[in-house]
């Protein structure tokens, strides 16, 4: 069996092209498996980006057939076509072919402030042994968010980011629920803040494309919704409420 | 290369990423078309201060098929704009999209769920409703 | 103001709207629709002081929403200082001038024939 790939060529020097390759495939074979082949035996100079293979490191997504994937995740079986279309994500920076500059995408997931900022984690103690005691509920609120793998699909898709640059889009709008909803925090009030402005959440409307290619099961758009109720005043977060278990060594 | 944002085209796309997409895109757009309307509705009829006469001439012109297409379609926006809208006031407000847990391959989104679009074909069947039954009555005259 | 104070407001004059302009289109129904229109039964409508208020309701919530839908549309398409300042400002005196306007109709129409 063989397929054909045609992949989008881009260098800031040449511009963009078109370049199609026959590749073998079996049913087992990922479109990251063929553009790998075409790597090692057709072409030497297609850049691409990926580390796992595993759909766990986030790195190798792309425009397959016109829709965000995961190369590594996504089977040329299962796409029911003689030809796949590889093309770079959109909303993102194109550095050369299939490869991509993410500086934007992280530098919203850090304005998110993606960490716990609770006063008694502070480490100065260091004889002293301390650790928050959640109950499985008090997980079961973040944990799906926490499964994001950073790998921008959702950013690829959502139609705010498409025009909006200054939008953080649904990753790091699903991250900033994550870490306010989670019981060790205590920043919620500082956190809604940061999110409420003419460019913050109010620029999601639910299309919900986020969630329909999230590849972790992260529903980006429950989150951004979920966030938003704090922010009407639906839902209301009490200050952090985990427990905190101290023992020293 | 500087942003390759997908851009308008990506902006006003309707179809590849399902039913909610879908929703998405004629809220926009029969909120811009509902916004002319308005626009339009208010200078039309600010003619009944100019007299009767400046009233019948108005509704002659737009008493007539095409305006009766017109009004047929903005009944149609205004419906779908209306009840798509109060379940974005819910869903917006984080009601009715379940509860986050641990998901499980395959990994059908909560947010997604049937309700969610059940919700959006039931404020197009509204929407289409509404339509014929003020068609009925704007061409049953 | 505060983006979700913006919002919250937008989230209201749609909840407020649907109901005001189900009331004004029910004028249209309690009689035959096109009697509805005719011009003495019209000014009738301006002439009963609960449905001028409906109707002078109908304008500001309307015109706010719209008019802020509007705005949400064109800070989406463009972002710069420029653009978004100068935008906000067309739509807050587009929505301004739609509610004087038709201030202005329903004031004169509820009068007509008295001066
Ligand atoms: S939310 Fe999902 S699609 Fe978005 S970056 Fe995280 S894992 Fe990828
Ligand atoms: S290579 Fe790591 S996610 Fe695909």
């Known amino acids: 069996m063989s397929v054909n790939l045609k992949i989008l060529r881009y260098s800031p020097k040449e511009g963009k092209r078109y370049d199609t390759f026959e590749v073998p495939y079996q049913r087992w074979t990922t479109v990251l498996d063929a553009l790998l082949y075409v790597k090692a035996y057709v072409d030497h100079s297609l850049a691409l980006r990926y580390s796992c293979r595993m759909a766990s490191c986030g790195s190798c997504g792309m425009l397959i057939n016109g829709k965000p994937r995961l190369a590594c995740y996504t089977k040329i079986s299962e796409l029911n076509s003689n030809e796949i279309i590889c093309e770079p994500l959109p909303n993102f920076p194109i550095i050369r072919d299939l490869a991509t500059n993410f500086d934007r995408f992280f530098t919203n997931h850090k304005n998110m402030m993606p960490y716990i900022i609770n006063e008694k984690t502070d480490r100065k103690m260091d004889d002293i042994h301390r650790e928050f005691i959640q109950k499985p509920d008090e997980v079961e609120k973040y944990l799906q968010f926490s499964y994001c793998i950073k790998c921008g699909l959702c950013y690829a898709a959502c139609p705010t980011t498409a025009m909006d640059k200054e939008f953080p889009g649904p990753q790091a709008l699903a991250q900033m629920y994550r870490y306010m909803i989670d019981s060790r925090d205590q920043a919620s009030r500082k956190r809604l803040e940061i999110i409420d402005n003419r460019h913050g959440i109010w620029r999601c409307h639910f299309a919900g494309s986020c969630s329909n290619v999230c590849p972790k099961g992260v529903d980006p758009a429950l989150g951004i919704q979920l966030l938003r109720s704090y922010l009407l005043g639906f839902s209301k977060k009490g200050e952090e409420k985990a427990v905190l278990y101290i023992s020293s060594h | 290369m500087k942003e390759n944002r997908e851009g308008i085209k990506g902006w006003l796309r309707p179809y590849k990423y399902g039913l909610p997409r879908f929703a998405y895109w004629l809220q926009r757009w029969t909120g811009v078309g509902l916004l002319v309307y308005f626009i339009a509705h208010v200078i039309e009829t600010s003619n009944i201060v100019n007299g009767k006469i400046a009233w019948d001439k108005m509704l002659e012109l737009t008493q007539t098929t095409q305006g009766h297409i017109i009004l047929t379609l903005v009944i149609g926006m205004c419906v779908f704009h209306a009840a798509n809208g109060v379940r974005l006031y819910f869903a917006e407000g984080g009601k009715g999209l379940g509860k986050a847990g641990r998901p499980e391959y395959p990994y059908n989104p909560l947010s997604l769920n049937n309700k969610m679009k059940a919700c959006i074909w039931v404020s197009i069947a509204l929407a289409a409703l509404a339509m014929m039954y003020g068609a009925s009555i704007l061409f049953g005259e | ?115």
């Open chain 3, 1 to 115: 103001m505060r983006e979700s104070n913006i919002m919250k407001i937008h989230y209201i004059t749609g909840i407020s709207a649907i109901i005001l302009v189900a009331i004004h289109i029910m004028f249209r129904l309690i009689m035959p629709y096109g009697a509805s229109l005719e011009y003495e039964n019209v000014i009738a409508n301006y002439k009963n002081l609960p449905y001028t208020i409906v109707l002078e309701l109908v304008l500001v919530t309307v015109a706010i929403h719209g008019f802020n839908g509007l705005r949400i549309i064109l800070i989406e398409l463009r972002q710069g200082r420029v653009w978004e300042k100068s935008m906000t400002w067309l739509c807050i005196i587009g929505a301004a001038s739609i509610i004087a306007y038709g201030t202005r109709t329903i004031i004169l129409a509820s009068l007509t024939g008295e001066v």
